[in-house]
Structures are given as C-alpha cells and as structure tokens.
C-alpha cells in the first residue's frame, strides 16, 4: 500500500506496536494468572495439610462423644485461611460432630456430610465417605477435592482419624483464592499497561523526532538537488536558444537588411502572447517563453533558398516567388527531423515547427503554403506572423524607408479578419503604446549603429510602406 502522508506512517507504525505490546501484555497476565492459581492452590491445599494434622494431634485423645463440648471449642478456635472452616465427621453414618463457626449455614452438628458428593482432580464425583474409604484403601490417608456449600465451590481436604473412626474436613472457598490471584495479578497488569504506554510514547517520539530530522534532512537533499537541476536545466536552455539563435541567424545573415530583426520579434511576440494569455488558459508563463525563442525559427528554412533569390532587391519572378515560398516547407521538414530524432514532443520544437511552416498562412486561407484557414492555423504562427509583419513594416529597407507605427498600426488593421487572426490584431492594440516604445527604441539603435560604423545614409525613396516583405 503506498503510503502518502508521512504521519499516517508513523501512526500505523505506533498502532502496531501498541497492539503487539497490549497482545504481549494480555498474554502474560494469562500465564501469570496461571502461575499464581497453582501457587496459591498448592498454598492453600498445604495449609488445609497443616490445619488437618494439627486439629489430628490435639484432638487424639478426645472421643466425639464423650468430649463433645472441649471438641467443638478446639474446633472454634482453629483458624482456616481464605474464608475457609473445619469440620469433624463420623465415619459410621457421615454425621458432623463438630464444626468451626465459619462454617456455611448448611454445615451443622449431626449434618451428614459425608454423603455429599466430592469431586476430584481427575472429574470423578462421590460421597465424601466413599472417597476417604478409597484414600486408605490405597494408602493416602489425605484425600482432596471440591464440594458445594451453600452455592460456593469449597476445596476440601479430608484426613482419616482411625482411632475416632471419624474424619478431618478442612475446606477453603474457592473465591477467595480467586480473589488473592486477583489483587496479586492486577496491579502487574497495570504496571504492565503503564509500561506499555510510556514504551510506545516513547516509541512514537522518537520515530516522530527521526522522521522529521530524516524529513529535513531529504528536503535539503531535495532542494539541493531541486537546485541543481534548475542550474542544469536553465544551463541547457541557454545552450539550446544560443545553438537556435545561431542557427536563425544564420539563416538570416543571407539578408542583409534583415538587422536585428530577430531580437526584436522575440520582443513582439512576448508582447502578444503575455497580452493573448489574459483570456486564452492553453496560454502560461512556458509557452510564452518557448515561443519567444521559437519565433527566431521562422525563416530557418531560408537556408535551403537560393542566393539569387534571397539576395535580389527587385521584384521576384513568379518562379522565384515560388522558390522563396519553399523556405515554409523547408523549415517544417527540418524541424520535423530534428523532432524525430529527440524522439518525443517537446514544446518548444512543436512550437518551432508551426512557426517556421504557417507564419505565411493567413486568416482568409489565401496564404501560404497549405492555404490554411482561421484557426486551423496555428495559434503560434498567427502570433509570429502579425509581429513579422509589423517589424517588416517598421524597419529601414535599402528599397523603402521605414514606416512610422501609426502607418504600420493602420496597415495591420486594415487587414482585421483576411490576413491575421482578429484576436492578436485585438492583442495588438491593447499593447500597441509597447510596440511603438519597441520600435523606437529599436530605430534609435540603428541610428547609433550607422553613425558608430560611419557609413552614409541611404537617400529615401518614396515607395510607400503598403506591403510586408516576403
């Protein structure tokens, strides 16, 4: 069974223990009880032994008849243990002759006692007469059993005068042996309880006190670990987004206008996503953040173009328009390789991979290349695309000047619902103060760049900004 809560451990481990130690404590009061039942019993059947032989020598030289008072004095004086008495019966008719005063009510002079029924050690049951008769026929002059007086068990102990022709009868009440076990037994048992008790509180703090000490001692283990895992894994992330800025830049070096464009889109893209994630849940803190690096992934398939076309500053040919669309399809197939080969699904190339094969697609379905429609584009290329488009409209060209944010703010708009999707272009104008403050800041930079390297100025030309670069 798999244990959840610590404290459950502990307490089914303190159950446990005090359910052996309570078995183990039961189980020796019984063995104990026991062991003072034989005790006391064979105390108590000595000491019948003892009274009986010495009632037998004072009372050697008395007859029961003629002596009868001097008898029945001796006999009130004689003191049985444990709410016990003693009898003197006649062996002719089992009549008592005398009797001590403790004696049930039942037991009274010429009572025939030795008709009642004797039981003894072995079960057998008969008259009292009878079992002393069998007791010297086999030579024990002591013969011993139970009787009943009264409705109380008596353990009896019979001595054979054969002078007076009579018999001792020395009886003890079973009760109040039992009872003596009782007060002997139940203070052990209780001390026996009380040990058990301190034994298992003392079990239990000590296992609480190493499991919390075992606890601290994993979580610092955990948090260590927990911590090195984080450095490692933030380790590779760094190593992974270096090795894909890399390559994304790579792939656009091949444009020489194309700049900071890749820092700058990631920026954008981190601006829309946060803006979408306000009321899309499939948006959170690691989709974000895989996407924004995603992004830089767009145009990798640019490297699979050829020169002429990526390099040409005029207007592209139908076929060579073709050729620079297949940078879509090329980016899909190598990010779907390198998928393939990691062997599982991870985020950040599934996200790579939609980006670099559906930022050409459009809302309408008139896009590029698998004329792919409303949401069943991607929601990561819809975002890259606006973004791409906004920068493309915003940053210099050596064929047109850059367009001012409002000129891009209206351009995008104008295409609400045919080229991108209505909820980023809603997501655009919720964040557009940022992408202006983005922008800006990101002209002024170039600015700072051209007058460090002191290249000329290109002269303006006045193509106006109504369409996004390829």
Not at 117 to 137: D, F, N, V, W
Not at 140 to 166: H, I, N, S, W, Y
Not at 280 to 303: E, R, T, W
Not at 446 to 452: C, G, T, V
Request: glycine share 6%; aromatic share 6%; net charge negative.
């Amino acid at each position: 069974m798999y244990i959840k809560r610590r404290q459950v451990l502990v307490a089914m481990l303190v159950m446990s223990q005090l359910g052996c130690m309570t078995f183990g404590v039961l189980w020796a009061s019984r063995w104990l009880h026991e062991a003072f039942d034989r005790i006391i019993y064979s105390s108590a059947a000595l000491q019948a032994e003892t009274v009986a032989l010495s009632l037998a020598r004072r009372t050697a030289d008395l007859s029961l008849t003629e002596s009868s008072d001097k008898l029945q004095h001796i006999y009130d004086q004689t003191n049985v243990p444990h709410d016990g008495f003693v009898s003197v019966m006649r062996l002719e008719d089992g009549a008592v002759a005398a009797t001590s005063l403790k004696a049930p009510t039942s037991i009274k002079p010429t009572t025939l006692l030795g008709s009642q029924s004797l039981t003894t050690a072995g079960g057998a049951a008969q008259p009292l007469i009878a079992a002393i008769q069998q007791g010297e026929s086999n030579g024990q002059p002591l013969v011993a059993g139970t009787m009943e007086f009264d409705g109380r068990l008596f353990d009896v102990t019979a001595l054979k005068l054969p002078k007076q022709d009579a018999a001792i009868v020395v009886a003890t009440s079973e009760a109040s042996l039992n009872h003596l076990v009782s007060e002997l037994i139940t203070p052990l048992i209780h001390v026996g309880f009380v040990l058990t008790g301190a034994v298992v509180a003392a079990t239990a703090l000590c296992t609480i006190f190493l499991v919390r000490r075992f606890d601290s001692t994993l979580l610092e283990v955990s948090s260590s670990l927990e911590k090195e895992v984080d450095r490692r894994t933030l380790a590779l992330q760094r190593s992974r987004n270096a090795v894909v800025f890399g390559l994304a830049k790579l792939a656009e070096s091949r444009d020489k206008d194309a700049g900071q464009h890749l820092e700058r889109l990631r920026t954008y893209v981190t601006v829309l996503a946060s803006e979408l994630a306000k009321h899309n849940s499939k948006i959170n803190h690691h989709y974000v953040a895989n996407l924004a690096i995603a992004s830089a992934l767009h145009d990798v398939g640019k490297m699979g173009v050829p020169d002429a076309v990526i390099l040409k500053l005029g207007k592209l040919t139908a076929a060579e328009r073709r050729a620079m669309q297949m940078h879509t399809v090329l980016g899909d197939e190598c990010l779907a390789s390198v998928e393939r080969m990691f062997g599982d699904h991870d985020q950040f190339l599934t996200l790579g991979r939609e980006v670099a094969a559906a930022h050409h697609e459009q809302w309408d379905g008139s896009g590029y290349p698998y004329g792919l429609q409303g949401k069943d584009i991607p929601l990561a290329a819809r975002i890259v695309a606006l973004a791409d488009v906004y920068d493309a409209l915003t940053s210099h060209r050596e064929y047109r000047p850059a367009a001012s944010h409002a000129e891009a703010r209206e351009w995008i708009v104008s295409h609400y619902g045919s080229q991108f999707d209505p909820e980023v272009v809603e997501a655009f104008i919720a964040r557009e103060v940022d992408f202006a403050k983005i922008s800006h800041a990101a002209a002024q930079a170039d600015a700072r760049r051209a007058l460090a390297s002191q290249e000329p100025s290109l002269p303006a030309t006045p193509t106006p900004a109504t369409e996004p670069v390829a």
